[in-house]
């Protein structure tokens, strides 16, 4: 027989789900001993070593509803997992419990709200991906007026760095700009040698016109598959769940501040500048946390579809060496993470592998 009892359920916006559960009095009062244990090492009375006092005088101590409470904690814990093991449904996050009734010989009520993942019913991703992928590539072309200009930078901020300043004595930026101009280096063979493994000007030339070429067919790639991935959520009708939007805030979130902080800010300074606050940050992103939730909800569910899985031997490589250069970095967590943008990765490719 189940130590409970299933009274109802109820679903709410943003893909939640609330089950209202009953323990009744009896199995709950089974859970009292257990209560009494774990309170036991917080009270202390006088005559008596902590954790050895009789339970008569520590029910005293505490009160019964103390102990009620802590039992109604221990039984909604030892069986909330067959209760969601019960329903069958794969929920994102943790799950939110609430007390309701809570009284000496009557059964325990409570609720539990969780985010539920939805079915995700596709459209005809591959006919989608087929489409998009007959559309004209983008022309690359690198000119050689974006090349000088390239090189022109280099030169400046080559000499900028290398520019004398005395020490303690204030430059106006007008004066410094003038000095860098004035002291642009040479484009010659020993220049560019000290800049790296070239041959000479002719070769550097060519690296950087190879370099902004494959900049450029980056851009272009990232592009085109930003076209596919819109074109398959335009087509997917699907509630993404509040857990897995605050879970992409949150990365949107981590991720700025880690740039804040590569800049020399702080955060709270940073904010303060531009006359914002984190939550202002958070419900800007929250259209775009939602799109990233949405697709990746929407890759999984292809991943799966069509037996799509991250190269095991990849995958255990890039955690090794991601876990030797971020030590802190949890091992589960950073697995989980490279897992997901290496499917991804290879669902990407399948798509445009569509004809």
Not at 60 to 78: D, F, P, R, S, Y
Not at 84 to 98: A, D, M, N, Q, T
Not at 212 to 224: C, G, V, W
Request: charged residues 35%; aromatic residues 6%.
């Amino acid at each position: 027989m189940k130590p409970y009892t299933l009274i109802g359920e109820k679903n709410l916006p943003e893909s939640e789900l609330e089950i209202e559960v009953e323990i009744s009095y009896e199995t709950l009062a089974t859970h009292r001993a257990a209560a009494i244990k774990k309170i036991a090492p917080s009270v202390s009375v006088a005559g008596f070593r902590i954790g050895h006092v009789p339970e008569n005088i520590l029910v005293q101590k505490v009160g019964e509803m103390a102990i009620l409470e802590e039992a109604a904690h221990n039984a909604v814990e030892k069986t909330l997992s067959e209760i969601l093991g019960e329903k069958k449904i794969s929920i994102l996050g943790e799950p939110r419990v609430s007390i309701t009734k809570l009284a000496a010989g009557n059964p325990l009520a409570f609720k539990i709200t969780v985010s539920v993942l939805p079915e995700v019913k596709l459209p005809d991703y591959k006919k989608i991906a087929a489409t998009e992928n007959t559309k004209k590539p983008e022309e690359i072309s690198v000119s050689e007026k974006e090349v000088t200009d390239f090189i022109e930078n280099i030169r400046k901020g080559y000499a900028h760095s290398t520019a004398p300043t005395p020490e303690g004595v204030g430059v106006p930026t007008s004066d410094v700009g003038k000095s860098v101009g004035e002291n642009l280096p040479e484009l010659s063979d020993e220049f560019v040698k000290k800049l790296g493994d070239f041959k000479d000007v002719a070769d550097f030339k060519v690296k950087i016109a190879e370099n902004l070429r494959h900049e450029k067919t980056q851009k272009a790639r990232e592009k085109k598959r930003l076209s596919l991935a819109e074109a398959v959520l335009n087509k997917t009708d699907v509630a993404v769940p509040k857990a897995l939007i605050e879970s992409e805030l949150a990365k949107l979130l981590a991720r700025f501040h880690d740039d804040i902080t590569r800049m020399g800010m702080k955060m709270e300074d940073y904010l303060k500048h531009i006359k914002k606050s984190e939550e202002d940050m958070r419900k800007e992103w929250r259209p775009d946390a939602e799109k990233r939730g949405k697709l990746q909800m929407v890759f999984d569910t292809i991943a799966i579809t069509e037996k799509i899985e991250a190269p095991k031997e990849a995958v255990e490589l890039e955690v090794k060496h991601l876990l030797e250069h971020y030590k802190d970095a949890e091992p589960s967590r950073t697995r989980a993470y490279v897992t997901m943008m290496m499917t991804n990765e290879k669902v990407f490719e399948f798509l445009e592998s569509q004809k």
